[in-house]
Nanobody
């Protein structure tokens, strides 16, 4: 079964940056890949996505701050997060439709 592994999370101060990675166990070059996040006590929410052709979409509150990209040769999708805010704190997940969810990576934005 195809697996997704997220990494790159951590503790960062407000205004800082992080780059998350989503590595797949097999090629997903023909798949759309989404990034989601879930904060404590809240439902998981969609953050951004990238199609197989590289078209990107973002949730309004991250537009202009987050950038999603993909490297199909490495079976990896990235989420560059800049100008981070405390409200961005959450566990971040990547997902491919009909694939199992990964474990996620924790992002904490705090001074």
């Amino acid at each position: 079964q195809a697996q997704l592994v997220e990494s790159g999370g951590g503790l960062v101060q407000p205004g800082g940056s992080l780059r998350l990675s989503c590595a797949a166990s097999r090629s997903f070059s023909t798949n759309i890949v989404g990034w989601y996040r879930q904060a404590p006590g809240k439902q998981r929410e969609w953050v951004a996505s990238i199609t197989s052709g590289g078209i990107t979409n973002y949730e309004d509150c991250v537009k202009g701050r987050f950038t999603v990209s993909r490297d199909n040769a490495k079976n990896t999708v990235y989420l560059q997060m800049n100008s981070l805010k405390p409200e961005d704190s959450a566990v971040y997940y990547c997902n491919v439709p009909f694939w199992a969810w990964g474990q996620g990576t924790q992002v904490t934005v705090s001074s």
